[in-house]
């Protein structure tokens, strides 16, 4: 392990801080929220009299920051045009990632770059290496924002032509939903969010390209640009996530028609075409998306499960989505049909996964389950609300996603700070968090007797 940058005036330092990249970046998204809380509490930032409570602002600032989506107060009501415009840029910053956008910043202004904020931006873009890193962020940000005006342009003219919305009106929500759709944040302007859009395929699958776009990860995108023609040549990461992306989202869609077809308080109205597209939008969506397009307190059990379920897995790696991930998932699955065939190794594509991602899979998957049972627990312990709904709002919590019953703004106090650190865990990551925590930092100089025991 390197134990420090080697200065060509003197000896060698230690990059204290950097050598977990992961305490910079959970300070940095610390920060952040710290500011929007300052921010929302201001009583410019609501649309009436008085101003947020602490609480409020530090909840709303979290679930924007964190890309979440979940609100204890409507969104296009009660803050004001700075209130919305605070959450907005949240939200961009959240998505790209702070130290993504610190690193920019210090990029335009003096065109040079350090190795030590290299490395942080490494963790947060998961670059292959720090060199890479310049050109990684360029490419993440151009991208971003050309798929967010694309699908502002879109909206926006759906808006007004659809909808007879002023120009400036149509305008302002097509750029606020796109943003929030890319970013997989889940916020909208609407009081009952993208339900009276259900039937809609102009916004509901435009919606549903751009957060699947972003939960994708900008390492699988910038890879399925290059070499969509011949898959062979992906790499384990994109062949995961595709796979299992694909899987779920048939999966899902086909399972919302099953348990919800014939539910007169979801898709039971619809037409064939309309139920169709309103279970893939609504498969889309637990993606850690936030948008909700159906009524989800008159979900099925056995939806509200399947929902839980998608949450928990989440998005792809390196992008906007949250969740354990579907590499995490994915990769799970292959280490499993190995031990069941057999295999000493576990292969993916003609590649051999490292022992070290499959302990990292574990690790994420294990802290996941913990963080979620634990959080269930003191939620159920602290409301009156059944344990659907209390597990539905951890894991929508906790996978940075945002859908909800509708019991947020009922949870009490305590509850709401519970909400507030599950979506910040969520966001930077369980085990960004554990080894950014950890005190040890050396490498092991030796190696204990090895001694097989009982499994199962």
């Not at 500011?35 to 009436?48: D, F, K, Y």
């Not at 959240?94 to 003096?110: E, H, R």
Request: glycine share 10%; aromatic share 8%; net charge positive.
């Amino acid at each position: 392990m390197t134990q420090g940058i080697r200065n060509p005036a003197g000896p060698s330092t230690p990059a204290r801080g950097f050598h977990h990249p992961g305490r910079v970046i959970a300070g940095a998204f610390a920060v952040a929220v710290a500011i929007g809380t300052a921010l929302l509490s201001l009583p410019v930032a609501v649309a009436g009299p008085g101003r947020a409570d602490l609480l409020t602002a530090l909840f709303h600032a979290t679930s924007a920051v964190c890309v979440t989506g979940l609100v204890t107060v409507d969104t296009g009501t009660y803050w004001s045009g700075f209130g919305q415009g605070v959450i907005l840029l949240l939200i961009q910053a959240g998505g790209l990632g702070i130290m993504t956008l610190a690193t920019l910043v210090a990029l335009v202004l003096s065109r040079r770059l350090g190795l030590r904020a290299r490395l942080i931006a490494q963790a947060e873009t998961k670059a292959l290496s720090a060199a890479d890193v310049r050109r990684v962020i360029r490419r993440v940000v151009l991208f971003s924002l050309g798929i967010e005006a694309v699908v502002a342009v879109v909206l926006g003219i759906r808006f007004a032509t659809g909808y007879d919305q002023p120009p400036a009106t149509a305008a302002y929500q097509g750029v606020f939903h796109a943003i929030s759709a890319f970013n997989n944040a889940g916020f909208g302007l609407h009081p009952a969010n993208l339900i009276p859009y259900v039937a809609d395929p102009w916004i509901s699958v435009t919606i549903c390209v751009a957060v699947i776009t972003g939960g994708l990860g900008f390492p699988v995108v910038f890879e399925l640009v290059r070499e969509w023609r011949t898959p062979k040549n992906w790499s384990v990461l994109t062949r995961i996530t595709v796979i299992v992306t694909v899987v779920l989202l048939v999966g899902g869609t086909l399972l919302f028609l099953l348990a919800e077809a014939d539910n007169p308080g979801t898709l039971g109205p619809l037409s064939a075409g309309a139920t169709v597209l309103a279970a893939f939008t609504a498969a889309v969506m637990p993606r850690t998306a936030g948008f909700n397009n159906l009524d989800i307190a008159a979900y099925q059990p056995e939806t509200l499960l399947l929902t839980d379920a998608l949450m928990f897995i989440g998005g792809g790696s390196a992008g906007t989505a949250g969740g354990i991930k579907v590499t995490t998932f994915g990769l799970l699955a292959y280490v499993l049909w190995a031990e069941m065939r057999g295999d000493p190794d576990v292969e993916v594509g003609r590649r051999r996964v490292p022992s070290t991602n499959q302990r990292q899979a574990l690790a994420i998957a294990l802290l996941g389950i913990g963080v979620v049972a634990v959080s269930t627990f003191v939620l159920e312990a602290l409301t009156d609300f059944t344990f659907d709904q209390v597990l539905f709002e951890v894991v929508s919590a906790f996978s940075t996603v945002g859908l909800s019953t509708g019991i947020t703004a009922d949870v009490p106090a305590a509850g709401q700070l519970l909400l507030v650190l599950l979506m910040y865990v969520g966001r930077i990551g369980p085990l960004t968090l554990a080894s950014g925590l950890a005190l040890r930092d050396r490498a092991r100089r030796h190696q204990l007797p090895e001694e097989r025991t009982i499994v199962g």
